[in-house]
């Protein structure tokens, strides 16, 4: 059972186009953050959220934590090529536990 | 960058041969994991460490063993490789006092196995 659920797996857009990234559970998370992986590196962080209702703004990014702490998203605006990745979510459930991770969606911005 | 390096960065083996990855920080971070990549899995954590010689399981531990004798360094051994240990392994470290802070990803080994 995947604790985690991203949606879409893959999505492939034009640049300057807008996209929404999901990142959906039954359960409860202390924290939610946010990945991004390119090709042949290991993930880099983009952003932790830690309160239910929180909105995080990095450039063209916009992460929010849902209301009851079980749902995120990540929202691009005027997507770039340079957005391309794969896009981790990830959560802890409490203090103590290590971080469990979401399949990932897989972006291709085309120019 | 962070000072975390995974070695070697790519293997290839034969079934059935013992296999060692090898992380080391230079950071002095307390917690450090070992994860696998896989296509259509995403990253699965196989052991973790929260000090010297304090190691957990996570959720694919089976067929994998860790040690950790000093705070730099993180060892995953494959006893005897198997096929379906063919994957991308990734190293991570955390400076938090608790074990779901923020992780810092090494570049990756990988291993595929015959």
């Known amino acids: 059972t995947q604790l985690l659920e991203q949606s879409p797996q893959f999505l492939s857009i034009q640049e300057g186009e807008n996209l929404t990234v999901y990142c959906n559970s039954s359960?409860?998370?202390?924290?939610l953050q946010w990945y991004r992986q390119e090709p042949g590196e290991g993930p880099v962080l983009l952003v932790t959220?830690?309160?239910?209702?929180e909105v995080k703004k990095l450039k063209r990014l916009t992460f929010q934590f849902g209301d009851a702490r079980k749902d995120s998203s990540l929202h691009i605006t005027a997507a770039q090529p340079g957005d391309t990745g794969l896009y981790l979510c990830a959560g802890a459930q409490s203090g103590n536990t290590p971080l469990v991770f979401g399949k990932g969606t897989r972006l291709s911005v085309i120019a | 960058d962070a000072g975390i390096t995974q070695s070697p960065r790519h293997k290839v083996t034969e079934t059935g041969t013992p296999v060692t990855l090898r992380c080391h920080q230079t950071?002095?971070?307390?917690?450090m994991y070992w994860y696998r990549q896989d296509p259509g899995h995403g990253l699965r954590l196989i052991h973790y460490?929260?000090?010297?010689?304090?190691?957990d399981k996570g959720e694919v531990s089976d067929g994998y063993s860790v040690s950790r004798s000093k705070t730099e360094d993180f060892l995953l051994t494959l006893e005897s490789a198997t096929s379906s240990q063919t994957s991308v392994y990734f190293c991570?470290?955390?400076?938090?006092?608790?074990?779901?802070?923020?992780?810092?990803f090494g570049a990756g080994s990988r291993l595929t196995v015959l």
């Open positions: 950071e002095n971070h307390r917690y």
């Open positions: 359960s409860v998370f202390s924290s």
């Open positions: 959220v830690v309160t239910g209702g």
């Open positions: 991570a470290i955390s400076a938090g006092e608790t074990g779901a802070n923020v992780l810092t």
């Open positions: 460490s929260y000090g010297v010689k304090d190691t």
